[in-house]
């Protein structure tokens, strides 16, 4: 079955750091992945995705993702963090039968001053 | 206005009213979503319209009715809810359904309460 994982609830950070939220997948064929964050009482927003070509992908505000096939794993990155990335992060899969989202739970990154 | 618009953004409404949540979209976009957000949950896709035409409903019980008159406006027609219907509700709309995977972009929500 077609599946995402994000394995993390949490990610706490310090401002400054570099930053990475975590997300696997299982698709049959090609995988399209995104990244979505959601700030406070707002809807999703899309950030970045993968279909095909260069594995570091980059997105809005900074942040970038790598697609690693091997280990079916799609990891949300930042070189340095700021307080005003904090809120919940999103990764999706397409599935490949009706062309729909998979989605994860949702991870909280919280970066601290 | 642009992007997606929801209204209202909160509702509390008791298990026998009869309520609708509003979705317009100003990106002419064709094809247009139905999520339900709880709390650390995946989103849970409810409905699909692609060129006003119904083409997904993931199993969602009948208390919830969607409608699309148009591309640019969805409505979701609540009536009978249950206490565990409490959520966030979003609204979607990307370019199209199917092919190249376009991005969905979101209203901010209807924070529904049943009491």
């Known amino acids: 079955a077609q599946s995402v994982a994000q394995p993390e609830d949490q990610v706490n950070v310090a401002e400054g750091n570099p930053l990475t939220v975590k997300c696997t997948y299982s698709v049959s064929g090609n995988p399209y992945l995104f990244w979505y964050v959601q700030y406070p009482n707002r809807g999703l927003q899309f950030l970045l995705k993968y279909i095909t070509g260069d594995n570091l992908v980059k997105g809005s505000y900074g942040f970038e993702a790598e697609f690693n096939k091997s280990q079916t794993s799609f990891h949300l990155k930042k070189p340095s963090a700021l307080v005003s990335d904090s809120a919940l992060y999103f990764c999706a899969v397409r599935d490949d039968s009706n062309y729909q989202l998979i989605w994860g739970a949702g991870t909280k990154l919280i970066i601290k001053p | 206005e642009t992007g997606v618009t929801q209204t209202p953004r909160h509702l509390v409404m008791g298990m026998t009213n009869k309520k609708s949540l509003k979705c317009e979209q100003h990106l002419g976009h064709n094809a247009m979503y139905w999520y339900k957000q709880s709390a650390k949950k995946p989103l849970e896709l409810m409905f699909v319209?692609?060129?006003?035409?119904?083409?997904e409903n993931n199993s969602v019980p009948s208390r919830f009715s969607p409608e699309c008159p148009n591309s640019s406006h969805l409505f979701l027609h609540l009536h009978t809810l249950q206490p565990e219907d409490s959520a966030l509700y979003l609204c979607?709309?990307?370019?199209?359904?199917?092919?190249?995977?376009?991005?969905?972009?979101f209203g901010p929500g209807t924070r529904l309460t049943v009491t």
């Open positions: 979607a709309s990307s370019q199209a359904t199917t092919g190249v995977s376009y991005e969905q972009y």
């Open positions: 319209y692609n060129f006003k035409e119904q083409t």
